[in-house]
């Protein structure tokens, strides 16, 4: 336990957080103050999605939250970053990704548009503001240019980015919850590597995440809709590269995309279901992983529980690359927390008690009153 609170620890700790407390708490706080207006916005305009077919909500709920956590998440940037040379591309990418993609949300779009939308914005990323994936290091500090390939790579990381978190939104309380996780793993991240400008984007995109989700968590009162995923895709994939851009580390992805290792694989795993069933990649289905948990048996916070227990696993795992390594024993306390939660809401739900005799013996008998 000296470890943990000894002077290094805690100077190291306060090294790499204290910079993206504040855009945290400010996104937080920008998130909440606006929900209730987007709620209002969204049943004024027609903003809401319906009960039945693959939708598993029972009753008509607002769906900008998109536009409450981009407010939230512009706010906090704004405010700590405005000398910032990234700052435009991040805000003007991400809040295309949400004002499109809130288009979705009322009008539907074929999905060939809709995957034009996500390369357009990948693209403009890329292009015009040159949030771009350089290089990359092997162990021994080989160091790999990707040359003519530093656009593709990028246009890739950002398009698997956006889809993996319009997948991953399929239950209350799931994308926003995780997102925050992988934010501040990545936050980390970017301390450990002395990114201060990288620690407070990443905590604006946390605390955003955090607002939204007193609001989104089961049973939610509001979706992000798919102007929220994406802007938190296309986000999260620029800040991501924007904390490898500068600085050739080996592995230096591993952390987010450890992190997202579950939603990732699943996604993979959609979109090769999908081909081998000859249907298309955009069609919607209830067989990923959260919908298979809750046929399982789990309700929507436990499904929760087990993405956001295995995000802050992975993620923690991650950042073991860059010294973090006591973070690591803190999140297997604090999943091994969440996992007996579940376990046990489980257990006395189907009834099932353990056939120990000996165990009522220890209790004693409870005293006649």
């Given at each position: ?5 000894s002077d290094q ?5 306060t ?22 207006l987007?709620?209002?916005?969204s ?7 319906q ?5 598993a909500h ?5 769906t ?10 512009a ?11 990234a ?11 949400m004002?499109?993609?809130a288009?979705d949300d009322?009008w ?17 990323a890329?292009?015009?503001f ?10 021994g500090?080989?160091l790999?240019?990707?040359?003519l ?17 319009n ?26 590597l ?7 984007l990443?905590g ?6 955090a ?5 989104n968590?089961p ?10 995923a ?11 590269i924007?904390?490898v851009?500068?600085v050739?580390v080996?592995?230096a992805?591993a ?6 290792a ?8 959609a979109?090769?279901?999908r ?5 298309s990649v ?5 067989l ?5 948990l ?6 929507p ?29 803190v999140?297997v ?5 969440l ?13 099932w ?11 004693g008998?409870?005293?006649?009153r």
């Amino acid at each position: 336990m000296t470890d943990f609170f000894s002077d290094q620890a805690l100077a190291s700790l306060t090294q790499h957080l204290l910079p993206g407390l504040w855009p945290f708490v400010v996104a937080l706080v920008g998130c909440v103050l606006f929900v209730p207006l987007a709620i209002y916005l969204s049943r004024r305009f027609g903003w809401i999605a319906q009960p039945g077919g693959r939708h598993a909500h029972s009753r008509p709920t607002p769906t900008l939250g998109g536009l409450a956590m981009f407010v939230g998440f512009a706010l906090a940037v704004a405010i700590f970053l405005p000398q910032y040379g990234a700052t435009p591309g991040v805000l003007i990418v991400s809040g295309l990704a949400m004002v499109a993609l809130a288009i979705d949300d009322r009008w539907p779009m074929h999905p060939l548009i809709k995957l034009g939308v996500q390369l357009g914005l990948a693209l403009l990323a890329v292009v015009i503001f040159r949030v771009q994936i350089g290089w990359f290091s092997l162990p021994g500090g080989h160091l790999v240019q990707l040359g003519l390939l530093e656009a593709p790579v990028s246009v890739f990381w950002l398009l698997g980015m956006q889809n993996t978190v319009n997948f991953l939104d399929g239950a209350d309380g799931l994308a926003a919850g995780v997102i925050a996780i992988v934010a501040l793993v990545l936050m980390l991240a970017a301390g450990q590597l002395g990114q201060l400008e990288v620690v407070k984007l990443s905590g604006a995109l946390a605390g955003c995440c955090a607002g939204f989700l007193m609001f989104n968590f089961p049973p939610a009162r509001i979706f992000m809709g798919d102007s929220g995923a994406h802007f938190l895709g296309i986000a999260l994939g620029m800040i991501s590269i924007l904390g490898v851009a500068k600085v050739a580390v080996a592995f230096a992805l591993a952390a987010p995309v450890l992190a997202l290792a579950v939603p990732i694989a699943d996604t993979g795993w959609a979109i090769l279901r999908r081909r081998m069933k000859g249907s298309s990649v955009a069609t919607p289905d209830r067989l990923h992983l959260h919908h298979r948990l809750q046929s399982f048996g789990l309700d929507p916070r436990q499904t929760c529980y087990v993405f956001y227990a295995a995000s802050a696993l992975l993620g923690a795992l991650g950042l073991t690359l860059f010294g973090h390594g006591r973070i690591l024993a803190v999140v297997v306390v604090a999943a091994a927390v969440l996992a007996s939660t579940v376990v046990a809401d489980l257990l006395q739900h189907a009834g099932w008690r353990v056939p120990a005799p000996w165990l009522r013996r220890l209790l004693g008998t409870p005293a006649n009153r």
